[in-house]
Nanobody, 123 residues
Framework: VQLQASGGGLVQAGGSLRLSCAAS????????VGWFRQAPGKDREFVAA????????YYADPVKGRFTLSRDNAKDLVYLQMNSLKPEDTAAYLC?????????????????WGQGTQVTVSS
């Protein structure tokens, strides 16, 4: 499966952005779709994940209450709604897919990766 993340941009602190992750080549059915972010000089960090089946979502502590995952089954899209953005949210955001019954919170748990989309939050 090929993934494409989009929706990044420059926003002021307190603002919002919605990222999208699109699948091509096959559907997300049966996969876990995760979002990670990586800032310059820092390790890749788990942000959030959603099972394509069911309604379970998982968030890293720094984004709980501010970020929300959703999906569009018909369009094979996963959205990451990011509200109350902070300068420390600045990073390249990547989506990934895992053929897994568990929900991986580390990059090694994912089988497919898309290119990142840059999010920059100014203070």
């Amino acid at each position: 499966v090929q993934l494409q993340a989009s929706g990044g941009g420059l926003v002021q602190a307190g603002g919002s952005l919605r990222l999208s992750c699109a699948a091509s080549g096959r559907t997300f059915s049966g996969y876990v779709v995760g979002w990670f972010r990586q800032a310059p000089g820092k390790d890749r960090e788990f942000v959030a994940a959603i099972r394509w089946s069911g309604v379970s979502t998982y968030y890293a502590d720094p984004v709980k209450g501010r970020f929300t995952l959703s999906r569009d089954n018909a369009k094979d899209l996963v959205y990451l709604q990011m509200n109350s953005l902070k300068p420390e949210d600045t990073a390249a955001y990547l989506c990934a897919a895992a053929r897994s019954t568990a929900v991986p919170r580390v990059g090694l748990g994912y089988d497919y990766w898309g290119q990142g989309t840059q999010v920059t939050v100014s203070s």
